[in-house]
């Protein structure tokens, strides 16, 4: 049994069809890297998977519990959705780190709060975790800054970080390196490149072709809101069988 | 004459300050409920509350001020307010803690947003709530934003209580002006410039500091 089962899911803005159709899965400890144009829909994959947006239909499954069923019209609570979204992390093109926190407290603030909802003080564990974390990242001499005395490669470490402290069972990135100046993209896939040693179940929408190869076991294709082609990563990157592929794959001197 | 001047304009100076104090602890609060209903998704709120900013922002303080102290008297033939100096005071709070918090609501939705929409993206992938998001998140982020907008509007805020004096609150201005009548001389009027240059110069002091301890930020 997959850890996570997507199911034709589809999603349209007004007319336009983003996704259509949409099924793959994931074992876990696995990474799959999603690779395709502007537009393709990866992005809105997944902030599916996020439920930042809800899609018109289709079912999402992890470890066997449906977490979207789009034939079921009961709408979800706030609560509900707050509570089937941590089976996800996700971590963004722009980081989104909240500038009034250091690195730390950007880390710390979530599993806070969920600690304090629970009723337990559990303040000293939560912050020995997020000092190793940030300690994976090489970011031990930084805990203390705030996101605006960092580099951007630093600020994405510290994303990745905030995510991880809540566990998730899917860590997805969103184009990690996308707003990074050329030379510190490399310090951001080394850190993804570690994670998927570790085997974490990760889901890595990138524009970096090698990257997307190297790091992941299996890549998905997509085009204009369809796969158009999924399967082992050396084979889809190096290998493509389908036209759609071979064209998008040869504008990339790999 | 300048002590005897000087001391009596303290006392008028002092109502002034009354009612700038008033209005900011009605109008801060009272201007964020309003920016929510003129950000409010639900028709029937946003569109009535719109209509009233528009209405309090685009007619002079001074007429609200008139319209205020004298429409019930005029339109219900009740005076509401009473003629002594408490109820006209009374009416003026309440005109310019309408006014201003107008005011406050638009510069408190200018800061809202501002805010990226991936600041609350973040924080509900991260699974905080709404509320959570908004205090412990977006809060601080508009507060520094509107800091200089809100100052502006802060003192003009002190100048603009001298409109209150259109309907007899003994305001420095109007507590100045009583030495026209009995003394004969003008200088009065003019040295009430020197309150108010010092209340705005403390004040500026104040926002300065706060923009400055805001500034560890972003």
Redesign the interface.
Known sequence: MALLEVNNIRKSFGKTEVLSDISFSLEEGEAISIIGSSGSGKTTLLRCLNFLERPDGGTIRVRDEVLFDGSDPKRLSEEEIRRRRLHFGLVFQNFNLFPQYTAIDNVMLAPKLAAREAGKNRDDEIRKQAEELLDTMGLSNRMNNYPGQLSGGQQQRVAIARALALHPDILCFDEPTSALDPELTGEVLRVIRELAENRTTMIIVTHEMSFARDVAERAIFMDGGVIVEQGDAKQVIDHPREERTKQFLASYQK | MFREVTISLLGGFLITLKLFVLTLVIALPLGLVISFGSMSRIPVIRYPVKFIIWVVRGTPLMLQLILIFFGPGIILGNQLWGGDADGRFLAALIAFAINYACYFSEIYRGGIQSI?V??Y??????????G?IFR??VL??VI?RIVPPMSNEIITLVKDTSLARVIAVYEIIWDSQKFIKTDGIIWPLLYTGVYYLVFNGILTLLFNFIEKKLS???
């Open positions: 990226p991936g600041q993206e973040a924080g509900k992938v991260l699974g905080m709530k709404n959570e412990k998140v601080l982020q520094k560890y930020f972003e």
